[in-house]
C-alpha cells in the first residue's frame, strides 16, 4: 500500500511515516496532495502541482504548485521542505546547476529566478522573454543555459546571471524546444516545422540536420536524448517515435506504439548505472496519461504507470533511474519506484531443466550441414566430464574461504544461472580468494594520485564527484602497483563498473580488477601499446573453427579482431550488456577457467550471428560492439560453455592461458608482463610532456597577469574617461540649469513688471472711480457752486489743451531739428570717409607710378652697364691696335710716351676725385640710415598714437568726444601722411645730390638720363687707362646695389603704412 502526505500549510516534515512498500504493479511509493479547507471549514480545495525537477544525483527534487510554492522532497532522507513563497505559478523548474542548492525557476510573468533550498533566498532574477517559458535545459557544466519560449530561446551564463545569447526566428515557425546534448557543447534546436538542427554552443555554427522522415508530417511535440549523447527520439500527433544516431546523423529506426495510442506528449530515458550512457529503456507519456516504457532496441513493452481514472499530465526521470514523479489530473504529486516495477523483469528464471531446440537468431542464417553439428555436439557430450576434470582439478577438491564449497556454487550457477543477488559480492570474494591486504593497499594509496589520472575528470566527465574520487583514487593505485596501468588508456573503462559496484570498500574493488588483470588479462600487454594480437588471434581460430562462415563474413568486409573482440575485451561487456546482464555473465567467468572469458567474445558473435551477418559497413559493425543489442545473455553464456566444451585442445585458449591464481597475502604479486622499455618510453615522455606543459602554464599564467594588468589600467584610464566626461556633462547640465534659471528669473521679473504695471492700472481704475463717486456727491450737495465754477473749468480745460498742442508741436519742431542734426552728422562722416578713401586711392596710385619708375631706372642701368661693357671691348681693341702700330712706326714711341704720361696725370686727378665721391657717398649713407630710423620711429609713434585714440573714441559715447576723436584721428592721419611724403622727398633729395645714385623724380627723367650718359662719358673718355676705368666701374656697382637695397626697404616701409592706413575703420557714432 502506497502512502499520502499533505504538505498543506506544512514547512517541514517527513515524506512517509513508515518505510514504503510499493508494488510490483504500479510502483507507487507516496502520493503528495496540497488540500486547502475554506474559510468556514467547508469542503477542501486542492492546490494543483505544475512541474517537477530532479537533482545531478536523483535522490531529491523540487515541486511547484500552482500558487507559487516551491518544495524540496528529499527521498534519501525522508524529508520535504517549503523552500520559497513566490506567489506566481512556476511554468518550468530546473535543479542540476552546478551549485547543487541552487535551482531555477521559470514564472508565469515571463521572469527567470535562480533560489537556493538552503538559504531560502533568491540569488537572481533574470529577464527578457516575452512569453512564459516551457522548458530549461542546463549545460552538463552546469554553467550555462537555454531557457525556451513559444517565440524565441535565450542562453545564459549562471556564475553571472547575464544573458549571454539570443535565438532568433522567423515569424512563421515556432520553437518547440532548444535543449542540450549531455556530455557535449552542442545545442539541439527543434522547430514547429519538424527540422532539427544541431549546433556548436561556444561558435553558434550549425553542425548538422537531422533528416526529416518522408511522408506525413510527423508534428514533433516531445524529444529526448541518451546520456553518452549519441541518440535522439522525437515523438508528435502519431503512435510513430523516430529515433536517429547521432554519430552518423541517421535514422535508425520508427518505433510504433499501440493502437490506442495517437500522440506522445513527453519522451524521457530511463538511466542504468552499467549501460555507460547509452540508454536502452525510453519512457513515452501518451495522450491517455499512461507513461509506458520500452527497450527502443527489441521494440517491447516492458511495464506502464498511471491510469486513465487519474492521468499523468508531466513526468520527471531521477538520473540514477530508481524514481519516477508525476504530476497527476487531480493535482497530485505521485512518487514512483522504478526498481519495484522492474523487478519481475529482472527476477531470474526457475530452475527447471529445459531442453533449447533451437537458436532463432543463429538459424537465420546457418546453412552448416546438419552431420557436421550432430558430430560437433557429440563429441562434446564424450569430452564434456574430461574437460571439466582438467579445468578444475585444482578447484574442486579445495575449499574456499568462509567455508563455502566451490562444487556446490557451481551446481547453484548451473541451476540458476547466477548467483543470489542478495550474495553476489560475498561469493565473489570467496571464489576470487581475494586476500584483503590492507597495509600493502594503503602503502599504495599513500603514494597519492598519480600524474596520469590527475585530470581524469576531463576524458571522462562523470556527474557523480564522489564517483569519480572512487574512481581516480583505484586508477592511481593500480598505476602505483605497476607503471604498465598508468599508460593502459582502456583502464578507466574496464574499472567503472566494478568502482560502483564497489564505491563503498576501495580495498575489494582493487583486488578484484588486480585480480582480473592478473588472470583474465594474461598476454593483453605483450604487443602494448597495441592491442594484444595474441589473445585476439586466439578469438579467431576459435570463432573459425565454430563458425567459418561468419569469420569469412568478417574478412570479406575487413572487419578484424581489434572490432568485433576487442571492444567486448577492453570494456569486459560493460557497453553491451545491462547491469543484471552483466552481473550474470560475471558469475560464470569468475567461477570458470580464465579463457572462459574469450569463449563468451566468440559465443556473443556467435548469437548475434543474424545481424552480423546483415551488416556490410564498417560503421555498422563498429556501433554492433559497442552498444546494447537484442542478445540474451542467457544464450551466450549457453553457447560459452558449448565452445568452450566443444573446441579442440590444438586451438583451446585454455592451452595458452594459466590456471587461476589469487592475489597473495601480505604483499601484492610483482606485474611486470608488457614490456618493461616502451612503458618506461612513454613514461618518460609523459613526464616530460608534463613538465612542458607546466612551463607553458607558467607563462600562460604571467602573460595571463601582464594581460589583466593592462586591462586593469585600459579600465583605468577609462573610467578616468568617463570621470571626466561625466564631469564635463555636469557642467554642461549645471551650466544649461544656471541658463534656465536665470531665464526663469528674466520672465519672472517681466511677470512682476506686468503684475505691478496691472495693479497701478486697477489703482488708478479704483481712484478715478473714487473720484468719480466723490463728484457726483459734491455735485449733489453743490449744484449751485459747480455752475459758478463751469465757465471758469472750461476755461482752464480750453487753455490746458492749448498748452497741450504747443507743447506737442514744440516735441515735434525738435524732433525734426534732431532728425536733421543726425542726418547732417552722418553726411559729414560720409564725406570724412569719402576723403579718407581718396587719400587711400592717390597713394596707392603713387605706389604703383613709383613701382613703374623703379623698374625703367633698372633697365637703364642694365642698358647702361652693357654700354659700359661695349666701351671696355672697344678700348681693349684699340690697345691692341696701338700695340701692333708699335712696331711698324717707331717715331710715334715718344708721342706714346707723352700720351701716357697724361693719362697718368688724368688717372691721378680721377683717384682723387673718385675719393672725394667715396667720401661724399659715406656721409650720404649715413645720413640715410639716419633719416630712415627717424621716419619708422614716427611712423611707429603715429600708429601707438592712433592706436590709443581709437581706444579712446570707442569709450566716449557723446557727441563732443565723438568730434574730438575725429579731429584727433584726422589730424594723426595728415602727420602721418605729411611725414611719409617728407620721407619721399628726401630720398628725391638724396638721390639729386648724388653722381652715384640714380635715383629720380618722374618730371626730371630726361634731364637724369643724360646726366648719368655725359658721366659714363666723361668716365670712358681716356682710352690709356683700362685698369683705374675697371676699378671705378666695380664701385659704381657696389654703390648700384645698395641703392636697390635701400629702395627696396623704402617701398616696403610705404606698403606697410599704405596697409595700416587702409584697414584703419571710421570712428563709431552713437546716435542719441
Not at 553457447?639 to 585458449?653: N, Q, S, V
Request: aromatic residues 8%.
Amino acid at each position: 500500500m502506497h502512502q499520502t502526505v499533505d504538505v498543506c500549510r506544512k514547512v517541514s516534515g517527513k515524506i512517509w511515516h513508515r518505510n514504503p512498500t510499493p508494488s510490483s504493479d504500479n510502483g507507487l511509493m507516496v502520493t503528495v496532495s496540497n488540500s486547502q479547507s475554506g474559510a468556514l471549514s467547508g469542503p477542501a480545495r486542492n492546490v494543483r502541482f505544475l512541474h517537477t525537477a530532479f537533482d545531478n544525483i536523483g535522490d531529491s527534487f523540487v515541486a511547484g504548485d500552482h500558487q507559487g510554492h516551491v518544495y524540496l522532497f528529499d527521498i534519501a532522507k525522508n524529508r520535504f521542505s517549503l523552500v520559497q513563497k513566490s506567489g506566481v505559478a512556476c511554468t518550468a523548474l530546473a535543479f542540476n546547476l552546478r551549485r547543487r542548492s541552487e535551482f531555477l525557476m521559470a514564472l508565469s510573468d515571463y521572469s527567470l529566478k535562480c533560489y537556493d533550498t538552503d538559504t531560502k533566498e533568491m540569488v537572481a532574477w533574470m529577464k527578457g522573454h516575452e512569453s512564459a517559458i516551457h522548458s530549461i535545459s542546463v549545460h552538463a557544466s552546469g554553467r550555462y543555459a537555454l531557457t525556451t519560449s513559444a517565440d524565441t530561446a535565450q542562453l545564459w551564463d549562471l556564475d553571472t546571471f547575464q544573458r549571454k545569447r539570443k535565438l532568433n526566428i522567423k515569424e512563421d515557425v515556432d520553437i518547440v524546444q532548444v535543449f542540450f546534448l549531455p556530455l557535449s557543447n552542442t545545442i539541439v534546436t527543434c522547430f514547429k516545422d519538424d527540422t532539427i538542427f544541431a549546433w556548436e554552443s561556444d561558435t553558434l555554427k550549425c553542425k548538422y540536420q537531422l533528416p526529416v522522415p518522408p511522408g506525413k508530417s510527423p508534428n514533433y511535440k516531445a524529444y529526448a536524448a541518451t546520456r553518452d549523447g549519441r541518440m535522439l527520439v522525437a515523438g508528435g500527433r502519431s503512435r510513430f517515435i523516430h529515433v536517429w544516431s547521432l554519430d552518423t546523423q541517421r535514422l535508425m529506426q520508427i518505433v510504433e506504439l499501440p493502437n490506442k495510442v495517437t500522440s506522445v506528449k513527453q519522451l524521457q530515458f530511463l538511466s542504468d548505472n552499467f549501460d555507460g550512457g547509452s540508454s536502452q529503456v525510453l519512457g513515452v507519456l501518451c495522450q491517455d496519461g499512461i507513461m509506458r516504457f520500452i527497450n527502443v532496441n527489441t521494440c517491447k513493452l516492458l511495464f506502464d504507470i498511471g491510469s486513465l481514472d487519474n492521468r499523468i499530465l508531466n513526468v520527471s526521470v531521477s538520473p540514477n533511474g530508481r524514481h519516477v514523479t508525476g504530476v497527476m489530473e487531480d493535482g497530485n504529486l505521485h512518487i514512483y519506484n522504478v526498481h519495484a516495477i522492474s523487478s519481475e523483469l529482472n527476477k531470474p528464471p526457475a530452475p527447471l531443466v529445459k531442453v533449447v531446440k533451437s537458436n532463432k537468431m543463429a538459424d537465420t542464417t546457418i546453412t552448416n550441414s546438419s552431420d557436421q553439428s550432430v558430430s560437433t555436439l557429440t563429441n562434446s557430450k564424450l569430452e564434456r566430464n574430461r574437460r571439466k576434470k582438467i579445468s578444475f582439478e585444482d578447484s574442486l577438491d579445495k575449499e574456499l574461504p568462509e567455508g563455502l564449497k566451490l562444487e556446490r556454487l557451481l551446481a547453484i550457477l548451473h541451476g540458476y544461472g547466477e548467483y543470489p543477488s542478495k550474495y553476489r559480492m560475498f561469493i565473489w570474494r570467496s571464489v576470487l580468494r581475494l586476500p584483503e591486504n590492507h597495509a600493502a593497499y594503503a602503502a599504495l594509496f599513500d603514494k597519492g594520485t598519480h600524474p596520469s589520472y590527475a585530470k581524469l575528470h576531463e576524458l571522462y566527465p562523470i556527474k557523480s564527484r564522489k564517483l569519480l574520487r572512487v574512481l581516480q583514487r583505484i586508477l592511481s593505485v593500480l598505476a602505483n602497483w605497476s607503471p604498465i596501468f598508468g599508460e593502459t588508456q582502456y583502464l578507466p573503462v574496464m574499472s567503472f563498473p566494478f568502482v560502483k559496484l564497489f564505491q563503498n570498500n576501495h580495498l575489494v574493488c582493487f583486488e578484484i580488477i588486480a585480480t582480473i588483470l592478473a588472470n583474465w588479462s594474461q598476454h593483453w600487454f605483450e604487443y602494448f601499446p597495441n592491442p594484444p594480437i595474441n589473445i585476439l588471434s586466439l578469438v579467431e581460430n576459435v570463432l573459425a573453427y565454430h563458425d567459418n562462415r561468419l569469420l569469412q563474413h568478417f574478412v570479406k568486409y575487413n572487419v578484424t579482431s581489434q572490432i568485433y573482440a576487442w571492444p567486448l575485451l577492453e570494456t569486459l561487456f560493460s557497453e553491451v550488456l545491462t547491469k543484471d546482464e552483466w552481473l550474470c555473465l560475471w558469475d560464470n567467468v569468475f567461477s570458470n577457467h580464465p579463457s572462459f572469458l574469450l569463449m563468451v567474445v566468440v559465443a556473443y558473435a556467435v548469437c548475434a550471428r543474424g545481424p552480423l551477418m546483415q551488416c556490410v559497413e564498417i560503421d555498422d559493425f563498429k556501433y554492433f560492439f559497442h552498444h546494447q543489442n537484442a542478445v540474451d545473455v542467457k544464450q551466450v553464456i549457453k553457447e560459452a560453455y558449448r565452445i568452450f566444451e566443444g573446441t579442440p585442445e590444438d586451438i583451446h585458449p585454455r592451452k595458452n592461458m594459466e590456471y587461476f591464481k589469487p592475489l597473495t597475502k601480505g604483499q601484492y604479486p610483482v606485474f611486470n608482463k608488457y614490456p618493461k622499455f616502451i612503458v618506461d618510453y612513454q613514461i618518460q615522455e609523459r613526464q616530460r610532456i608534463r613538465n612542458e606543459e607546466l612551463e607553458f602554464l607558467r607563462q600562460k599564467q604571467v602573460s595571463m597577469d601582464v594581460q589583466k594588468e593592462t586591462v586593469k589600467k585600459q579600465h583605468e584610464e577609462e573610467a578616468w574617461y568617463r570621470q571626466q566626461q561625466l564631469l564635463m556633462q555636469a557642467e554642461e547640465r549645471r551650466r544649461k540649469m544656471i541658463q534656465d534659471e536665470e531665464q526663469k528669473l528674466v520672465d519672472q521679473r517681466k511677470r512682476l513688471q506686468a503684475m505691478s504695471r496691472e495693479m497701478k492700472l486697477k489703482e488708478l481704475q479704483l481712484l478715478d472711480a473714487a473720484r468719480r463717486k466723490f463728484l457726483h456727491f459734491q455735485r449733489q450737495q453743490r449744484e449751485g457752486e459747480l455752475r459758478r465754477l463751469d465757465d471758469e473749468v472750461q476755461r482752464k480745460a480750453l487753455q490746458r489743451d492749448q498748452e497741450t498742442e504747443a507743447a506737442i508741436e514744440e516735441a515735434e519742431i525738435k524732433n525734426m531739428e534732431l532728425q536733421l542734426q543726425k542726418k547732417m552728422f552722418e553726411q559729414e562722416l560720409f564725406r570724412d570717409h569719402a576723403i579718407s578713401s581718396f587719400q587711400m586711392r592717390t597713394e596707392n596710385d603713387v605706389h604703383r607710378k613709383q613701382e613703374e619708375l623703379e623698374l625703367r631706372i633698372q633697365q637703364r642701368m642694365r642698358e647702361a652697364e652693357e654700354e659700359r661693357g661695349n666701351q671696355v671691348r672697344k678700348v681693349l681693341q684699340e690697345k691692341v691696335a696701338k700695340a701692333s702700330q708699335q712696331n711698324v712706326d717707331a717715331w710715334t714711341r715718344n708721342n706714346l710716351d707723352y700720351q701716357h704720361r697724361m693719362e697718368e696725370a688724368d688717372r691721378e686727378a680721377k683717384q682723387t676725385q673718385l675719393s672725394k665721391l667715396h667720401g661724399q657717398n659715406r656721409t650720404l649713407e649715413g645720413e640715410v640710415e639716419t633719416l630712415m630710423s627717424r621716419c619708422q620711429i614716427e611712423c611707429e609713434s603715429g600708429t601707438e598714437a592712433a592706436r590709443q585714440n581709437l581706444e579712446i573714441q570707442q569709450r566716449l559715447s557723446t557727441k563732443p568726444n565723438l568730434g574730438r576723436l575725429d579731429t584727433e584721428y584726422l589730424d594723426s592721419e595728415s602727420s602721418c601722411s605729411k611725414f611719409v611724403y617728407h620721407f619721399l622727398w628726401a630720398g628725391e633729395w638724396i638721390t639729386r645730390s648724388s653722381s652715384v645714385f640714380v635715383f629720380v623724380s618722374s618730371g626730371q627723367e630726361d634731364d637724369r638720363s643724360s646726366h648719368s650718359g655725359l658721366q659714363y662719358q666723361s668716365l670712358t673718355s681716356p682710352a690709356s687707362d683700362l685698369s683705374s676705368r675697371i676699378s671705378i666701374d666695380r664701385s659704381r656697382r657696389a654703390f648700384d646695389d645698395k641703392e636697390l637695397a635701400l629702395l627696396n626697404g623704402v617701398r616696403q616701409l610705404r606698403q606697410r603704412l599704405a596697409v595700416e592706413n587702409r584697414n584703419k575703420k571710421p570712428p563709431r557714432v552713437s546716435a542719441n
